[in-house]
């Protein structure tokens, strides 16, 4: 579990905009229709991440397509293409951004893979 105080270190972001990217993924894992586990863990991972990294105001919708990535690895038996992520966010992100942030955070997690 994350730091239940982790927000008041971050210097770019703030809970409000955390809000505002939860309500987005919610929109995205509906449009996927995803299982509610995958929403549960993408929430988790971006608040364990969050906890541990200072976040920059134009990563935030990136760590949040990158936690429903890696969240669908996890719990869903079709995973939706990193591509289809990049487009949900309205191509603001490449693929391959995509796929580095997802390096970092799972290194950042101590996750193997």
């Given at each position: 579990?994350?730091?239940p105080n982790y927000m008041e270190?971050?210097?770019e972001i703030t809970a409000k905009m955390r809000g505002v990217l939860?309500?987005?993924l919610v929109e995205v894992h509906r449009r996927f229709r995803l299982l509610p586990?995958?929403?549960y863990l993408c929430v988790n991972l971006i608040d364990r991440f969050l906890a541990t990294t200072n976040v920059a105001k134009s990563k935030l919708q990136?760590?949040?397509i990158t936690a429903m990535l890696i969240a669908c690895k996890y719990e869903e038996i079709l995973v939706p293409r990193v591509q289809d992520f990049a487009k949900i966010a309205a191509n603001v992100y490449t693929t391959e951004q995509i796929l580095q942030m997802?390096?970092?955070?799972?290194s950042k997690l101590s996750f193997s893979i």
């Open positions: 579990m994350a730091d270190h971050q210097t939860i309500d987005w586990e995958t929403l990136l760590i949040g997802e390096r970092i955070m799972l």
